[in-house]
């Protein structure tokens, strides 16, 4: 899934997506920065709720939205053949952009099946959807990423301290392999940081979109 070349900059929880966007919300652009929200496995955007309020009441647009056969995606998950329909909404938002504008992708876990780690294990039980499993052939024929694109994304990690499925061993060694611009740690923070931590997790997001923001020519 090659992307055309937007500015935008990455910052992934746990695993680093430089190649994924988001559907835009209904609402108008606001003068601050553009977080698009990409939620993990299982997952939809309404598990963003928190951080969704804190990045509004900052002044920020905010875009979160549903993978296929995720959250009120009316696809099903024995309707997707491969990870190729699974992005398919990420790809449209990110192609539908205007060649000016820029975005800062939050990509959270797309991996991790997060049972019995919900702080809000109430909501989650309501919401969570299964899953198709992806072969890693397929991830890598559909996610095929060119260096020139890959190179000039800015990639911040966030490691999240008490995570028990992508555990700290884990988290490092991504890291060590695929390293970041930058890494910061949530101390205390389960695998969802948006629910465990979001207040932290809003104020790192806004001090990585000040760090890492640039002029586009």
């Known amino acids: ?34 977080f698009v929200l990409i939620h993990g496995s299982c997952l ?15 002044g920020h647009n905010v875009t979160a939205l549903d993978l296929a056969a995720s959250g009120i995606n009316p696809l099903q998950a024995n309707d997707l053949q491969s990870s190729f329909d699974y992005f398919k909404p990420l790809r449209d938002f990110m192609e539908a952009l205007p060649s000016h504008e820029r975005v800062i992708l939050v990509g959270h876990s797309l991996g991790g099946l997060a049972w019995n780690i919900f702080q809000d294990l ?13 072969s890693d052939e397929d991830l890598s024929k559909q996610l095929m990423l060119s260096f020139e694109n890959y190179e000039s994304v800015k990639r911040v990690y966030i490691i999240s301290e008490k995570d028990k499925v992508a555990r700290r061993d884990l988290q490092l060694w991504m890291i060590e392999r695929n390293p970041p611009n930058d890494v910061v740690e949530i101390k205390g923070s389960d695998h969802m940081v948006m629910m465990s931590k979001p207040i932290e997790l ?16």
């Open 44 to 58: 939809g955007a309404w598990s963003w709720y928190k951080l969704v309020t804190l990045l509004k009441s900052s």
């Open 1 to 34: 899934m090659e992307l055309s070349k937007k500015h935008f900059m990455l910052i992934s929880f746990f695993i680093i997506l430089s190649s994924l966007g988001i559907e835009a919300t209904k609402e108008p652009p606001r003068t601050g920065k553009h």
């Open 122 to 134: 109430t909501l989650a039980t309501l919401l969570l959807r299964p899953l198709r499993l992806f």
């Open 202 to 217: 809003w104020a790192h997001l806004q001090g990585i979109a000040e760090k890492y923001s640039y002029p586009i020519f």
